[in-house]
Structure formats: structure tokens, C-alpha cells
């Protein structure tokens, strides 16, 4: 509590300005003599918007903000045009005087106020200028009073393509603002994808990719979809946990050992747990039980303590005899081990999986030598034309031209250049819109934003913003090294930059 210097009146001291961020949100922490601050911050939602995300907290504009203060801040939020007339608890607001009174009675309730918009109709398209007299020439710019030359405005491919579960998807101007965890979820209906924190730290929305470092890579691995935009997703091919098994097709090993170790209880984590270690077996069909350890730092489990998940996949590892849990009580010594291990012995099939590691290499092996061909030697299928070398290689490569999407409604813009050049022209067009400008690589830092942009939530910014993704510029995923020491790309994957550190250490 905050006190109150002699002399000072007992309702100066309990202010909204002097208690905190949360407690004058919703309007307590104050004593019972003094009038219940007004919030500073609401939440709004969307009519019809049915995705997990859909409540947005608002900051208020003002400590009294009038009805139609509200509903411009609203719109800036949610980044389009909404009906002035919000609803709470299935009353329509019209005046101040009714907004006003929500808001009091949240804040003297302690419950704070939730708000419901109705979206409002997108104008008709309306028809193109007439055409104006040509542009003069740009000037060339000057930086360090060095002339660079000003490049012109590249064409670029306003369609995408996407492989999911092994079916490919062409989408045309996708919103900049959209993620693929909302795109698997929503549009493809594939539930089995979780969005947990919303910050890449849990692991729930993990899906396997191919193509993460440019043309030409096929090896899959694990990525959080609930951070990575669908824009990014061009000429990816990604599988999510159905993709890798399912009730009609047939459970997967990884999904077996689940259930067979009883690793699993609400469930809500565990897609992302088989995936992830889905995704290791597709990078090293033989891993160690230190590996296979060593691979979870980014998934989390409320329920089953980590011990039952842990047993199932290291008796998948190639060294699961080796590590089997040996433990003999001693009761003279009073010493003994877990409680499921009472007896000198677990009730759980540890290495049950042992020896289907070196089968999967043996598999994978047989594929390669028989590329393309089923068991009697038949085509099973033909390559596009220009699909490239290698085996079963993808036909949906990056295109030459650069990316460019945008959305109308909202005003946000998505750039993806795939080199240098590309992308200072990126650069000169978005500034040439005169909206604000980031630079995104693994756009990590979308999760975490919320706790510096007050009102953030963790989805992208929506509202005149251009985003420059720079993860497909091929010269900034270089490295090497030399006597002077070790040279990254800016654009590297921090599995990356791990792996070539240790290779050089």
C-alpha cells in the first residue's frame, strides 16, 4: 500500500497513476474510501473471429476517453474498419454516458471490461487513377558522401506455394500479417498444431520443414509455426503430426512409444513432443540417448514430470540397452530409487524400441539406391520438368522474382528479397510507402514484443507496416573461417551458428 505524506488527503494517495500497470487495469488495489480508478486498459475482440487470439488488450487513449476515442483506438488495433457501436455483455453502446458506466462498474467490480466489435464491410475496389505525366528521374542517394545508385522498383511474385502433409497449396496475396499455425489450424483444419505461449518457448505448435536454408536442402527440421508468417513459408514443405502419422494411415514409431510408455496425459503438449523427435530421426536415423536428451530444451510438459516422455524415446536411441535404468534398493543403506522403481525394477518397457534405429538407416539407405522406383522397379512417379537433381526433390522452388504482399484493409506490407540487390530494392520500396519499416530474419522477436509494446499480445503488428524478411538472402547465410577466426551470416539459424561453433571449437 502506498503511504500518504502527513497532510496529504487520504484520496491523493491511491491514484491510477501510483499503483500498477495491472492493478489499474481493473481498478483495485485501493482503499474502500477512495473512488475506484477508472482503467487504463480494456479488452476487445472481433465478432466471428474464432482463432485463439482473437482478445486484444487495449490501452484506453485517455483516462476518460469518449465513446468515439475508443472506437478509433479500436480500429488502429485491430488494423481495419469496425462498426461504431461496441457491444458489452449484449448491450449495445451508443453514448458516452454508457461507455463510462462500463467502464466504473469493471473497475469497481475488479473485473475490468471486454468489449465486442462488429466488423465492417471492406469498400468497393475503386477504379484506377488516370494516368499521370511520367515521373521525373530519381536523384541518386548520397550516404557518407558516397552516390549509390537508386534502384527502380523490381517486379515481384504475388503468389505463393506451400506443401503440407505432401499436398501443395498455391496461395495468392496472403496477409502479411497472417502465421502458420493459424493457416494450419484454421484454413487447413489440421487441430493437431497448438498454440501454447505464443513466444516459441513451449513447443506445442513445433511442425517439421524441408527447405529451411534455400534450394537444394532436404533435410527437415523442427520450427515454431506459432512465430513463423505463412509469407515465409514459400516453397517450404512442412508435416505436421498428422502428416507423420494418424488413426487411418497408421501410428508412427515416435507416436506408438508414446503410447505405449504412457507419455502422455491432457495431450496438449505432445504433437509438438512427436514432431520434435519425428524431426530428429529424419536428421540422424541413429541417435544416442544423449542426443535424443539433449534435443527438448524447447518443449515443455505440465503433466507427466518429463520421466515417461524421456523413457519412450531414448529406447529409441541406438544406445537404449546401454542406458536402461538399473536400480537396486538398499534398504540397509536406506537407499532406493524413484517410486516407480520400487523393487529394483520399472514397470515401464525401456528399450522396447532398441534396434529400430539402425532399421530406419537401412530403410533410408534402400530409398536412395532406389530413387523414385517402387519394390518392382516401376516408376512410382515422374519429376516435373526443371524440378532439379537429387531424389524425390521437390518441383516447388523459389521463384527468381522477389516476394511483395499486401494487404489492403490493413495496410501492411510483406517484402522477401533472395539477394543483395533485391533486397535494397525492397528497402527503397518500402520507404517509399512511407510506412514504418522492420527487418526480420526467424521474426523471434514477435513473441516476446508484448512485454516492450504495451497492448501487444504477440501477433504480428497489423496497420502500415512493411516487414523486409532478410531469411532468404543467400549471401547473409554464409560462413567460413580462417586464422583470424569464424565468419556467420547475419540470417543463420542459431542451430546453425551452434553447430559450426562447435565444429570449430
Same mark, same amino acid.
Given at each position: 500500500?502506498?503511504?500518504?505524506?502527513?497532510?496529504?488527503?487520504?484520496?491523493?494517495?491511491?491514484?491510477?497513476?501510483?499503483?500498477?500497470?495491472?492493478?489499474?487495469?481493473?481498478?483495485?488495489?485501493?482503499?474502500?474510501?477512495?473512488?475506484?480508478?477508472?482503467?487504463?486498459?480494456?479488452?476487445?475482440?472481433?465478432?466471428? =473471429?474464432?482463432?485463439?487470439?482473437?482478445?486484444?488488450?487495449?490501452?484506453?487513449?485517455?483516462?476518460?476517453?469518449?465513446?468515439?476515442?475508443?472506437?478509433?483506438?479500436?480500429?488502429?488495433?485491430?488494423?481495419?474498419?469496425?462498426?461504431?457501436?461496441?457491444?458489452?455483455?449484449?448491450?449495445?453502446?451508443?453514448?458516452?454516458?454508457?461507455?463510462?458506466?462500463?467502464?466504473?462498474?469493471?473497475?469497481?467490480?475488479?473485473?475490468?471490461?471486454?468489449?465486442?466489435?462488429?466488423?465492417?464491410?471492406?469498400?468497393?475496389?475503386?477504379?484506377?487513377?488516370?494516368?499521370?505525366?511520367?515521373?521525373?528521374?530519381?536523384?541518386?542517394?548520397?550516404?557518407?558522401?558516397?552516390?549509390?545508385?537508386?534502384?527502380?522498383?523490381?517486379?515481384?511474385?504475388?503468389?505463393?506455394?506451400?506443401?503440407?502433409?505432401?499436398?501443395?497449396?498455391?496461395?495468392?496475396?496472403?496477409?502479411?500479417?497472417?502465421?502458420?499455425?493459424?493457416?494450419?489450424?484454421?484454413?487447413?483444419?489440421?487441430?493437431?498444431?497448438?498454440?501454447?505461449?505464443?513466444?516459441?518457448?513451449?513447443?506445442?505448435?513445433?511442425?517439421?520443414?524441408?527447405?529451411?536454408?534455400?534450394?537444394?536442402?532436404?533435410?527437415?527440421?523442427?520450427?515454431?509455426?506459432?512465430?513463423?508468417?505463412?509469407?515465409?513459408?514459400?516453397? !517450404?514443405?512442412?508435416?505436421?503430426?498428422?502428416?507423420?502419422?494418424?488413426?487411418?494411415?497408421?501410428?508412427?514409431?515416435?507416436?506408438?512409444?508414446?503410447?505405449?510408455?504412457?507419455?502422455?496425459?491432457? &495431450?496438449?503438449?505432445?504433437?509438438?513432443?512427436?514432431?520434435?523427435?519425428?524431426?530428429?530421426?529424419?536428421?540422424?536415423?541413429?541417435?544416442?540417448?544423449?542426443?535424443?536428451?539433449?534435443?527438448?530444451?524447447?518443449?515443455?510438459?505440465?503433466?507427466?514430470?518429463?520421466?515417461?516422455?524421456?523413457?519412450?524415446?531414448?529406447?529409441?536411441?541406438?544406445?537404449?540397452?546401454?542406458?536402461?535404468?538399473?536400480?537396486?534398493?538398499?534398504? =540397509?543403506?536406506?537407499?532406493?530409487?524413484?517410486?516407480?522403481?520400487?523393487?529394483?525394477?520399472?514397470?515401464?518397457?525401456?528399450?522396447?524400441?532398441?534396434?529400430?534405429?539402425?532399421?530406419?538407416?537401412?530403410?533410408?539407405?534402400?530409398?536412395?539406391?532406389?530413387?523414385?522406383?517402387?519394390?518392382?522397379?516401376?516408376?512410382?512417379?515422374?519429376?516435373?520438368? &526443371?524440378?532439379?537433381?537429387?531424389?524425390?526433390?521437390?518441383?516447388?522452388?523459389?521463384?527468381?522474382?522477389? !516476394?511483395?504482399?499486401?494487404?489492403?484493409?490493413?495496410?501492411?506490407?510483406?517484402?522477401?528479397?533472395?539477394?543483395?540487390?533485391?533486397?535494397?530494392?525492397?528497402?527503397?520500396?518500402?520507404?517509399?510507402?512511407?510506412?514504418?519499416?522492420?527487418?526480420?530474419?526467424?521474426?523471434? &522477436?514477435?513473441?516476446?514484443?508484448?512485454?516492450?509494446?504495451?497492448?501487444?499480445?504477440?501477433?504480428?503488428?497489423?496497420?502500415? !507496416?512493411?516487414?523486409?524478411?532478410?531469411?532468404?538472402?543467400?549471401?547473409?547465410?554464409?560462413?567460413?573461417?580462417?586464422?583470424?577466426?569464424?565468419?556467420?551470416?547475419?540470417?543463420?539459424?542459431?542451430?546453425?551458428?551452434?553447430?559450426?561453433?562447435?565444429?570449430?571449437?
Amino acid at each position: 500500500q502506498w503511504r500518504r505524506r502527513p497532510g496529504t488527503p487520504r484520496s491523493a494517495v491511491c491514484t491510477p497513476a501510483k499503483t500498477t500497470h495491472a492493478k489499474a487495469m481493473f481498478g483495485i488495489g485501493c482503499s474502500s474510501n477512495a473512488a475506484p480508478p477508472q482503467p487504463v486498459a480494456v479488452l476487445i475482440e472481433l465478432q466471428g =473471429d474464432q482463432s485463439l487470439s482473437r482478445r486484444k488488450l487495449l490501452d484506453l487513449p485517455s483516462a476518460e476517453p469518449s465513446l468515439d476515442a475508443f472506437v478509433h483506438a479500436a480500429e488502429r488495433r485491430f488494423g481495419r474498419g469496425i462498426e461504431p457501436t461496441p457491444e458489452w455483455q449484449g448491450q449495445t453502446l451508443c453514448t458516452d454516458a454508457d461507455f463510462h458506466r462500463v467502464l466504473r462498474a469493471g473497475a469497481a467490480a475488479g473485473t475490468g471490461a471486454s468489449f465486442v466489435f462488429k466488423g465492417r464491410s471492406p469498400a468497393p475496389a475503386q477504379a484506377p487513377p488516370a494516368p499521370t505525366a511520367p515521373v521525373a528521374p530519381v536523384v541518386p542517394i548520397v550516404v557518407a558522401s558516397a552516390p549509390v545508385e537508386a534502384i527502380p522498383p523490381m517486379p515481384t511474385t504475388r503468389s505463393m506455394t506451400i506443401t503440407v502433409n505432401g499436398t501443395v497449396h498455391t496461395i495468392k496475396d496472403p496477409s502479411p500479417g497472417k502465421l502458420l499455425v493459424d493457416f494450419l489450424r484454421d484454413d487447413l483444419r489440421h487441430k493437431g498444431t497448438k498454440i501454447g505461449c505464443g513466444e516459441g518457448g513451449c513447443g506445442a505448435c513445433t511442425v517439421g520443414v524441408v527447405g529451411l536454408s534455400g534450394e537444394g536442402d532436404d533435410v527437415m527440421v523442427p520450427i515454431n509455426s506459432c512465430l513463423r508468417l505463412l509469407c515465409a513459408c514459400d516453397g !517450404l514443405e512442412i508435416t505436421t503430426v498428422e502428416g507423420f502419422g494418424n488413426e487411418k494411415d497408421g501410428f508412427s514409431d515416435v507416436q506408438q512409444a508414446i503410447a505405449d510408455h504412457n507419455a502422455s496425459q491432457c &495431450g496438449f503438449c505432445t504433437p509438438g513432443w512427436v514432431v520434435n523427435m519425428s524431426t530428429l530421426l529424419e536428421e540422424n536415423s541413429m541417435p544416442s540417448a544423449e542426443e535424443v536428451e539433449q534435443r527438448f530444451d524447447g518443449n515443455l510438459c505440465r503433466c507427466t514430470g518429463y520421466r515417461p516422455i524421456l523413457e519412450a524415446f531414448k529406447g529409441m536411441a541406438v544406445d537404449a540397452r546401454d542406458n536402461e535404468m538399473k536400480i537396486e534398493c538398499r534398504l =540397509d543403506l536406506n537407499q532406493c530409487g524413484d517410486i516407480e522403481d520400487i523393487g529394483g525394477q520399472t514397470n515401464k518397457p525401456v528399450g522396447k524400441c532398441q534396434g529400430k534405429a539402425k532399421a530406419r538407416a537401412a530403410q533410408k539407405v534402400k530409398a536412395a539406391s532406389g530413387c523414385c522406383k517402387t519394390s518392382d522397379g516401376s516408376a512410382e512417379h515422374k519429376h516435373e520438368e &526443371g524440378s532439379g537433381e537429387g531424389c524425390c526433390k521437390s518441383s516447388a522452388s523459389k521463384p527468381a522474382a522477389p !516476394l511483395h504482399f499486401t494487404n489492403r484493409e490493413t495496410g501492411d506490407e510483406y517484402f522477401r528479397p533472395y539477394n543483395l540487390r533485391q533486397l535494397r530494392a525492397a528497402l527503397q520500396d518500402a520507404n517509399r510507402t512511407g510506412k514504418r519499416t522492420q527487418v526480420v530474419s526467424a521474426n523471434t &522477436g514477435m513473441g516476446v514484443s508484448k512485454y516492450y509494446i504495451p497492448g501487444k499480445i504477440g501477433q504480428p503488428a497489423e496497420g502500415d !507496416l512493411c516487414t523486409v524478411d532478410i531469411s532468404g538472402v543467400a549471401e547473409l547465410r554464409t560462413n567460413g573461417s580462417d586464422t583470424y577466426g569464424v565468419t556467420l551470416g547475419s540470417a543463420l539459424p542459431i542451430n546453425e551458428v551452434i553447430d559450426l561453433l562447435e565444429a570449430e571449437a
